[in-house]
């Protein structure tokens, strides 16, 4: 019985049973550059892709394989590709497929770190993001044209929290030929966005993958539904020879493995050249995390719905942004998208405005005062003046971050001591 369906079974076998040479249950950590090929003829085949095996480290490594593998059935996809951070993630996802005059269509509602990649960075790159208010799914098609590469979105957008409609911006890319990346950052478990039709999914591991703020990391899983050769034209990179791999045409060379094209392209051409590897110890350490996903997910989710309640009766507090306190289309797209549960953020502003928010930040004492978010431990933020300082007033607006607006990321500690602070630090405010 190795076909696993439930996420809590997935996350403790799936990829691995044991080490064959030694018998180990714990996935061994294999801390190495470079790996000996047992003869000539192997090393040629490992690199001109007939046989897949381990070269070296900053292309693949045997722990990280475990994570990648199970990454990518906890998710209903084929493959994927664990890099350096969740900021590499997002990065390499749209430039293995879109180069100089391409453009994507993202959603407006975005972290920070993401808003500033794809505004500026990307420019220098000569890649342009038309940014669309997702709450009318028809946006992302009017900006589309024949250069065009991706839709990106986040499926739970951080800080903003209303649930992207995967569903109806997935059938708009279908319709196109457009691949739609998804960042699942903030809804695992709680959200599987290929069965709602998208083709990509991003992760930062850094997140709640791991789980206990020690490692920073990100993933890249190929949902393998993308037709790259029926939308050719659209994807030279994947559907024309490279040249950057002896003329390899990746739809035809990758065909054996299965519909992997895009990740093998991403593996052994971005991963390659840039070099934004994961490294073995801390896949070590996300495959530790993930083995309690599924359970801490749940405490999260019941945490962070009890501090919506507590905030929303909290006549201190101005607005509480969480899925459950939405209406109408926003919370059907969020029931329809997290049936399971909202996750663990919980967003609000006190009234007061910007200085009532700096205030409480400052009186907190079990809370920490931390720019993450998916940690064990409740994490708080306020994003005017740190992870989206970077933006203009305007853009903020955009991004759901108002002056006052205050981040909560509820850990999985006993709620009634989150409530405590939380409850003391709101009356400081007004003090």
């Known amino acids: 019985m190795t076909n696993y369906t439930n996420p809590e079974t997935i996350a403790l076998h799936a990829s691995f049973r044991g080490d064959p040479s030694t018998g180990s249950v714990a996935v061994p950590m294999h801390q190495t550059t470079s790996f000996q090929f047992p003869d000539v003829e192997t090393a040629c085949a490992r690199f001109a892709l007939q046989e897949l095996g381990p070269i070296y480290s900053r292309i693949g490594n045997p722990t990280t394989d475990v994570l990648e593998q199970r990454m990518a059935v906890m998710e209903g996809g084929v493959a994927s590709l664990a890099v350096s951070s969740g900021q590499a993630a997002t990065a ?3 430039q293995n497929i879109a180069a100089t005059g391409d453009n ?5 509602d975005l972290y920070g770190g993401s808003w500033n990649l794809f505004a500026n960075t990307f420019k220098t790159m000569g890649i342009e993001v038309r940014f669309v208010d997702p709450t009318d799914p028809e946006n992302f098609r ?4 024949e250069r065009t590469r991706a839709y990106y979105a986040e499926t739970l957008p951080n800080p903003k929290l209303q649930v992207f409609p995967i569903s109806d911006v997935a059938a708009i890319a279908e319709e196109i030929g457009v691949p739609l990346i998804m960042d ?12 709602f039709g998208a083709h990509i999914v991003v992760y930062s591991t850094t997140k709640f993958i791991g789980g206990h703020g020690t490692s920073i990391g990100g993933m890249i899983i190929d949902g393998g539904q993308f037709d790259w050769e029926k939308h050719a034209d659209r994807f030279p990179m994947l559907t024309m020879p ?4 002896h003329g390899a045409i990746w739809t035809e060379a990758t065909k054996p493995m299965g519909p992997v094209a895009y990740i093998i392209k991403a593996r052994v051409t971005m991963l390659r050249d840039l070099g934004p590897c994961m490294s073995p110890f801390n896949a070590f350490q996300f495959i530790q995390g993930l083995e309690t996903l599924p359970l801490r997910m749940r405490e999260h989710t019941k945490n962070a719905q009890a501090v919506a309640d507590y905030l929303s009766q ?6 509480v942004i969480h899925p459950s306190q939405m209406e ?3 919370k059907r797209w969020a029931d329809q998208h997290m049936p399971k549960g909202f996750g663990g953020l919980v ?3 006190i009234k007061g405005g910007r200085d009532a928010g700096l205030r409480f930040i400052d009186a907190l004492e079990m809370v920490y005062h931390v720019a993450n978010i998916g940690d064990t431990r409740t994490l708080a933020l306020h994003p005017a003046t740190s992870t989206h300082q970077q933006l203009t007033p305007d853009q903020q607006l955009a991004a759901g971050v108002t002056p006052g607006y205050i981040r909560l990321s509820v850990g999985i500690e006993h709620i009634d001591d989150i409530l405590a602070d939380v409850s003391q630090a709101l009356e400081k405010t007004s003090a």
Do not use: H, M, Q, W
């Open 347 to 349: 967003g609000f502003e």
């Open 142 to 145: 009017r900006a589309t044209d």
């Open 184 to 195: 699942n950052t903030a809804a695992p478990i709680l959200c599987r966005p290929f069965d």
């Open 104 to 108: 994507i269509v993202s959603s407006t």
């Open 328 to 330: 109408g289309v926003k």
């Open 314 to 319: 909290n006549d201190k507090v101005e607005t």
């Open 242 to 245: 490279d040249p950057s791999y």
């Open 92 to 94: 390499l996802s749209i």
